[in-house]
T-cell receptor, first 111, second 119 residues
Framework: GESVGLHLPTLSVQEGDNSIINCAYS??????FIWYKQESGKGPQFIID?????DKRQGQRVTVLLNKTVKHLSLQIAATQPGDSAVYFC??????????FGTGTSLTVIP | DTAVSQTPKYLVTQMGNDKSIKCEQN?????MYWYKQDSKKFLKIMFS???????INETVPNRFSPKSPDKAHLNLHINSLELGDSAVYFC??????????????????FGSGTRLTVV
């Protein structure tokens, strides 16, 4: 399968600070990406997506940046809250086929 | 009303036993999946079904057999359970097998997982 990796397996941030979670993907043909959030005891949930024809996409308190040159994705969470504590995954999709998930990053928000 | 529901949530069983995990989705999606999540949280696809037909069968021991009686259900049967089968198994569904460019938020809807412990 494809390899989608993350630079940091764990990340701790103070409540109110911004969080940045990074993801490297391996296939330059990947054309669609999704960030998922997995809370303890639950399945992954869709947060935000981005297509390869975009560099940036913003949602509510979240922004995804895509750098195709270096095959890198990042998820930025503004004003991190305790409820943001979870494992975050990036997933890549190639030509409309199945998604490949990276190893998650565990985000802990310190009150 | 849960969109993708799996049962049981927890399953503890002895080596060598045979067990099944059930999954149902009420989203009207055409495609369903089984994923395995290991202790390091890595998610790996096992199977994909589209309209009851097997589409993806990754390198999974043949002790694992998916069954889809209809497109709303995808069950996973595991024979001769081994210690290494201990993991969390997630069922997921998506509207289509192929990502549609017109869909604004295409993705998978996951169930809450089944934690399988083989002792």
């Amino acid at each position: 399968g494809e390899s989608v990796g993350l630079h940091l397996p764990t990340l701790s941030v103070q409540e109110g600070d911004n969080s940045i979670i990074n993801c490297a993907y391996s296939n330059s043909a990947s054309d669609y990406f999704i960030w998922y959030k997995q809370e303890s005891g639950k399945g992954p949930q869709f947060i935000i997506d981005i297509r390869s024809n975009m560099d940036k996409r913003q949602g509510q308190r979240v922004t995804v940046l895509l750098n195709k040159t270096v095959k890198h994705l990042s998820l930025q969470i503004a004003a991190t809250q305790p409820g943001d504590s979870a494992v975050y995954f990036c997933a890549e999709n190639i030509m409309g086929n199945q998604f490949y998930f990276g190893t998650g990053t565990s985000l802990t928000v310190i009150p | 009303d849960t969109a993708v529901s799996q049962t049981p949530k927890y399953l503890v069983t002895q080596m060598g036993n045979d067990k099944s995990i059930k999954c149902e989705q009420n989203l009207g999606h055409d495609t369903m999946y089984w994923y395995k999540q290991d202790s390091k949280k890595f998610l790996k696809i096992m199977f994909s079904y589209n309209n009851k037909e097997l589409i993806i069968n990754e390198t999974v021991p043949n002790r694992f057999s998916p069954k889809s009686p209809d497109k709303a259900h995808l069950n996973l049967h595991i024979n001769s359970l081994e210690l290494g089968d201990s993991a969390v198994y997630f069922c997921a569904s998506s509207q289509d097998l192929i990502v549609q460019a017109s869909h604004p938020n295409y993705g998978y809807t996951f169930g809450s997982g089944t934690r399988l412990t083989v002792v």
